[in-house]
């Protein structure tokens, strides 16, 4: 059974950073790919960042380009999730999910298997 486990989330102050990590357990994380949805309180569950298996192709939303960045260690089944100059609007809960075709989406219904958040909270 495949599960995922993510860590890091918690309150920074609005412009500090904050890494996120997803430990991936049970499967065959090298060929996964990777992503990290968001879902801010009253609203839906969106895209932020995937990473296709290899590393050699990742996706953003428009709003965290050049302030997210997403990275993998194959040998530590981990992805993580890099957040700089954090703003009030990324307060959210943060999920990784794993897509066992191994090709880049943005799509949560692409999404084989889904961990169970960890909460993130910018103070402005």
């Known amino acids: 059974q495949v599960q995922l486990a993510e860590s890091g989330g918690g309150l920074v102050q609005a412009g500090g950073s904050l890494r996120l990590s997803c430990a991936v357990s049970g499967g065959t994380f090298s060929t996964y790919a990777m992503g990290w949805f968001r879902q801010a309180p009253g609203k839906e569950r969106e895209f932020v960042l995937a990473?296709?298996?290899?590393?050699?192709?990742?996706d953003y939303v428009d709003s965290v380009k050049g302030r997210f960045f997403i990275s993998r260690d194959n040998a530590k089944n981990t992805v993580y999730l890099q957040m700089n100059s954090l703003r009030p609007e990324d307060t959210a809960v943060y999920y990784c999910a794993a897509e066992a075709s191994g090709s880049i989406t943005g799509t949560s219904l692409s999404y084989d298997y889904w961990g169970q958040g960890t909460r993130v909270t910018v103070a402005s």
């Open positions: 990473m296709n298996w290899s590393g050699g192709r990742t």
